[in-house]
């Protein structure tokens, strides 16, 4: 039989967790179970209800994170009778490690991951190690999780930087690359438009960090110079409305198409339709910030040439100059500049385009990634 792992996911699954989907059910050396306080999305992300175990909620769970917010200024945690709960569920399951998405949900299951027998890994992706990082009890918090979890994984080299930075053992860290299934995206070289009528992409979840209004900006540029071009922003968030404003702003809205919330079908469409694919992420007042996003390495592989930002883990992914673009953080002028050079350029749009897909064949393929995380966990479970 299969030793057993139990990955834990606050909500299983919210829309923009794909990655986290492939990475669970793509594991073949173990069998994967899942504890969540919420089952969402089961169309989307469809897993065997016989090993989702679905936890009971605190009744007072709202008045536990008022308290902790407001008069104790520090990060709630699970109650003793959660922890003993999730200690036999647990064992039932036999699951001999567990796995904690993410850094800042590590921080509320801190009792749990002291209390555990066996060994508990956490995984940051990027904001929930930048994220009330600033106030003493959270950084005071984190660095217990630190002390207590067996292994921490970090999904870049940069977010291993950032860890080191807030107390976390070098040695207790371990990189584990987001994975792109290629056998999903394909590599299909772009046809230029001849008519002028360019289409760039942004794929995500309409926030912040993702630096939509400077791409909004970039390309009120560019269609100076190219009144046919088309932008699409697919995905949808919070920011919807002010982003709606500011394209209307602008005098962009007839060029500029909201797609809203796209299907993993339909979002492949948009970016094979696309000739260039935008990510200037950058990181928003409250500190949070990417890994890699898993949109960006998805276009890299499909064949669309991408300019982004030096932002976060992404100089990881692209080697600016040879397998992408890299501009500066919020700096639209310089965006709008790269975007048009590259258009004036059809060779170097071909061989940019190759090098990205050798670039993710090379270090984010699914199998390979997912295989090192087979390895660590069979090393730990080993060990212990």
Not at 56 to 66: A, E, Y
Request: proline content about 7%; overall charge positive.
């Amino acid at each position: 039989m299969k030793p057993v792992i139990a990955s834990y996911v606050s909500d299983f699954l919210k829309p923009d967790m794909l990655h986290v989907y492939r990475q669970v059910t793509g594991l073949q050396a173990v069998e994967p179970w899942v504890l969540t306080h919420k089952r969402e999305c089961a169309d989307r992300f469809p897993f065997p209800e016989k090993r989702l175990i679905v936890l009971p909620k605190p009744r007072l769970r709202w008045w536990r994170r008022l308290v902790h917010k407001h008069f104790k200024h520090a990060p709630w945690r699970i109650y003793p009778w959660e922890v003993r709960h999730m200690l036999l569920e647990l064992t039932r399951a036999d699951a001999k490690l567990l796995h904690i998405y993410f850094g800042h949900i590590g921080v509320h299951l801190l009792p749990l991951i002291k209390a555990s027998p066996h060994p508990v890994i956490v995984s940051f992706h990027g904001a929930d190690a930048g994220v009330d990082m600033e106030k003493e009890a959270h950084l005071f918090a984190m660095r217990e999780v630190f002390a207590a979890a067996t292994l921490i994984q970090s999904r870049s080299q940069s977010l291993v930087d950032d860890l080191i930075k807030l107390g976390c053992p070098a040695e207790k860290i371990v990189i584990q690359r987001t994975g792109v299934p290629l056998e999903e995206w394909p590599f299909v070289p772009r046809v230029l438009p001849p008519n002028g009528e360019w289409r760039l992409l942004q794929c995500c979840r309409l926030i912040a960090k993702k630096g939509l209004d400077t791409t909004l900006r970039a390309f009120k540029e560019i269609a100076k110079t190219k009144p046919r071009a088309e932008l699409v922003i697919a995905g949808d968030g919070p920011l919807r409305q002010e982003l709606e404003t500011l394209a209307i702003d602008l005098g962009v809205i007839k060029q500029v198409r909201f797609t809203g919330f796209l299907t993993q079908e339909q979002l492949r469409r948009e970016v094979y339709r696309s000739h260039f694919f935008l990510h200037p992420s950058r990181t928003s007042v409250d500190g949070n910030r990417e890994g890699i996003p898993n949109s960006l390495l998805e276009a890299m592989a499909s064949g669309a040439p991408v300019i982004a930002t030096r932002h976060g883990g992404i100089p990881e992914a692209i080697s600016s100059g040879e397998s992408g673009l890299l501009v500066d953080e919020n700096d639209y002028h310089a965006l709008a500049i790269a975007t048009l050079s590259l258009m004036a350029q059809p060779s170097r749009i071909k061989q940019m385009a190759e090098e990205a897909r050798a670039s993710i064949e090379r270090r984010f393929d699914r199998k390979t990634n997912i295989g090192h995380l087979e390895t660590i966990y069979l090393d730990l479970m080993k060990r212990a």
